[in-house]
């Protein structure tokens, strides 16, 4: 009998093993070769349509010719650093000469100028976005989380919210500009003026949609949450962060998430126009070199700029999943 149920019970989790394995290949297909799938008739479409494609500079770039860019992009990166470091080894050679002839010489340290590579480029856009949309968040989140918690705030509030929501960022860059002109005036500026532009336009990019996310996430908690902390008599400030803050984080992420999509989008074009160097104006700058390589390193950045986004969305969803309660509302 013992030999029998031994037999039994290997026939009985056969199929449990196997179905767990067809389950783990098939949840592998769905995740891996489906969107690899997908990414290679992209690129076979891509190659096939640029091919038959004749513009002023020569034949559109296809996938062959904006990988061969990106290298050419990363050798320009690499040598500009080589340049930059032989420019730090001959300041600091004629500084040390000078000082072993005049021991009182108080040395200038002066800052390689040398051209933005495309890497630095990506840098700066990443450091634009993200100040732009860090200062927004600090605007708007506690002014959602005010107009939500008070309706007479929020009927004075939402007139101005909905005029100038519909407002794209660009028509305020002109204003931007003239006014960053007027006020930040500075002979030694620790930030660049066309940074500011770029910044501040990214931030009114960002204030509308995070303000009406909160707002609308604050107004809608339960009423149950609320019966409780008026029962405990919780202060303001600890029904906020006990209460308020917990029960509204999937809208205020929501509103984060969507600012953050649409500041990088927004950006690309301020930089074109207020001349910040990022990826918007390594963009302008090929076009106006007009080059035969230019159609192909312009294809390079909107593909970087691309992947970016989709990253940027991506942090921002796990950053969700960390500090927030309810983690089946953050599948996507």
């Given amino acids: 009998m013992t030999t029998e149920t031994a037999l039994a019970n290997n026939n009985i989790n056969k199929p449990i093993i196997s179905e767990s394995l067809k389950t783990t290949i098939t949840k592998t297909f769905k995740t891996l070769l489906i969107p690899f799938a997908g990414i290679l008739v992209f690129l076979m479409i891509w190659a096939g349509a640029a091919s038959k494609i004749d513009t002023s500079l020569g034949k559109f770039p296809g996938p062959s010719a904006v990988w061969e860019q990106m290298g050419s992009l990363y050798e320009e990166h690499s040598a500009e650093r080589v340049k930059e ?33 495309f890497p630095d480029q990506i840098f700066t856009s ?46 305020w860059l002109p204003l931007v500009t003239m006014v960053v002109s007027a006020v930040y005036i500075s002979p030694d500026p620790l930030v660049a003026k066309s940074f500011l532009n770029s910044m501040i336009t990214v931030t009114l990019c960002c204030l509308w949609p995070m303000v009406i996310n909160t707002s609308v996430g604050v107004s809608s908690i339960e009423k149950d949450l609320v019966n409780v902390s008026r029962v405990l008599r919780l202060p303001a400030l600890k029904h906020v962060q006990k209460i308020v803050l917990p029960a509204s984080i999937p809208m205020i992420f929501t509103g984060m998430r969507l600012s953050l999509g649409v500041a990088w989008m927004v950006l690309i074009a301020a930089e074109m126009l207020a001349q910040n160097p990022g990826l918007g104006k390594f963009v302008w700058d090929e076009f106006q070199n007009g080059s035969s390589n230019s159609l192909a390193r312009i294809m390079v950045a909107v593909i970087v700029i691309g992947f970016i986004g989709f990253l940027l969305d991506r942090t921002m969803l796990q950053l969700q999943r960390f500090v927030s309660w309810d983690k089946a509302g953050t599948a996507s």
């Fill in 126 to 171: 990443l450091i634009t976005v993200l100040s732009g949309f860090v200062l927004a968040a600090v605007i708007a989140i506690p002014l959602g989380i005010a107009i939500g918690l008070n309706k007479t705030l929020n009927a004075a509030v939402n007139p101005v919210i909905q005029i100038f929501k519909p407002v794209s960022p660009l028509a």
């Fill in 85 to 117: 470091q032989a420019f730090y080894e001959r300041q600091e050679k004629r500084i040390e000469a000078r000082l072993a002839k005049d021991p009182d010489y108080v040395p200038k340290v002066r800052a390689y100028t040398g051209k933005e590579t």
